[in-house]
């Protein structure tokens, strides 16, 4: 796999952070002495070169995760002003951490409490590290959500985009934390396309444990789905998470790759999913020397690989012409054939708001309100 260099600042970070993040276990001399050269590297860097590699950790959602495995760096190596920044960037990070979790966990347990069964999507698929939002999918009246989130939580509704309002999606300010909280509505996709997989979803739940607190989150057949869903058909970039979290999914868990092509299938993305496999395994071979173990039929669906992907303004951009665009189409025209006529309505509006977001950019320079 190749992704089109960029010999700028930002790419060097993104090179360091996947090398650093990325590496295959070190077994052997060869992989220490390779990871000693990477320490050696990252030590000598430039105050303000760290601090590149901070801020693209932290917009990755790897900054945990990337500190930890770089201050594993053997003693001989410590004692400098770069592991003494690393050290201070860690411990404000878990403190924002350990400070969001339990006001997640008090909102899931409130919404519980009223019968709402919350289920938090994404932001806890990067544990240790947690994501800039709190996302939560709950199947309840908006109105009644809303008065919750104010009653109990003193929090105020944030403007609303042209995609939230499709999306059924509500962002809300809690006082005393920089986090919004996002909670989709009876509704997934950026269109609020995703009405049977988000009416399935509380079916697939599974429990997980943070500290001492239990949050119920999706199955990993769903997790996989909402991820592809956020990137292959809203976003079209990666962030380092995604694919450290995908291995490790793969790895640790286990991917039951039948029941994700039943399930993507049903839901008409199975090639967005099979595509987004394919550009994580690509990815990882690049860096580990291997990728993920994905069965033959994963890999005769996906439409196109890592090879795709080009760096530019910090992400790992999906080309939407023609890539992404093939994958839009797949999933319009499989919901026409399925006469599923209001979600394909719903669906065929993204062309126009992508577009109304991508002229607002280009004359305000944000795409704030629309996207």
């Keep these: ?8 600042a930002p790419y060097k970070s993104l090179d360091r952070l996947s090398r650093l993040l990325l590496q295959p276990a070190m077994h052997d001399a060869g992989n220490m002495e390779t990871k000693e050269v990477l320490w050696q590297e990252l030590i000598r860097l430039r105050a303000d070169e760290f601090e590149d590699l901070l801020a693209l950790a932290g917009s990755h959602h790897v900054i945990v995760r990337a500190l930890e495995a770089f201050l594993q760096e053997p003693g001989e190596l410590r004692d400098n002003q770069i592991t003494e920044r690393a050290l201070s960037a860690l411990q404000i990070e878990r403190a924002r951490i350990k400070t969001a ?3 997640l966990h008090g909102i899931c ?14 932001s806890l698929d990067h544990l240790p590290d947690l994501g800039s939002d709190l996302d939560l999918y709950a199947d309840a009246e908006p109105e009644a959500i809303a008065d919750l989130m104010r009653s109990r939580f003193g929090a105020t509704v944030a403007p609303r985009s042209w995609g939230d309002c499709l999306a059924n999606k509500w962002n809300f300010l809690v006082p005393g934390m920089p986090e919004l909280v996002e909670i989709h509505i009876g509704r997934l996709g950026q269109t609020g396309e995703q009405v049977a997989l988000a009416s399935s979803l509380l079916e697939r739940t599974r429990t997980i444990s943070v500290g ?13 789905l909402i991820s592809t869903l956020q990137r292959m058909y809203r976003h079209f970039y990666f962030r380092l998470c995604d694919i450290v979290d995908c291995i490790r999914l793969s790895e640790t868990n286990g991917i039951d790759y039948y029941s994700l092509r039943s399930l993507a299938e049903a839901t008409d993305i199975w090639e967005g999913a099979a595509t987004y496999l394919a550009i994580i395994s690509d990815y990882a071979a690049r860096y580990r020397g291997k990728g993920l173990d994905l069965p033959a039929f994963v890999n005769a669906t996906a ?15 999906v080309p939407i012409v023609p890539q992404a665009g ?7 025209g499989a919901g026409l054939r399925r006469l599923q006529l209001r979600n394909s309505a719903r669906l065929s509006l993204l062309p126009m708001l992508a577009a109304a977001a991508a ?10 309100g629309i996207w």
């Design 326 to 332: 093939k994958l839009y189409m797949l999933q319009f």
């Design 101 to 103: 979790l339990p006001i």
């Design 359 to 368: 002229i607002g950019k280009k004359l305000t320079g944000s795409d704030k």
């Design 303 to 317: 439409k196109f690989g890592g090879e795709a992907l080009h760096f530019r303004h910090g992400f790992l951009r």
């Design 109 to 122: 347990q409130e919404f519980h409490a009223l019968g709402f069964a919350p289920v938090v999507i994404k």
């Design 1 to 8: 796999m190749t992704v089109h260099r960029d010999v700028s």
């Design 212 to 224: 001492e607190m239990d949050f119920r989150v999706p199955s990993i057949a769903d997790r996989l």
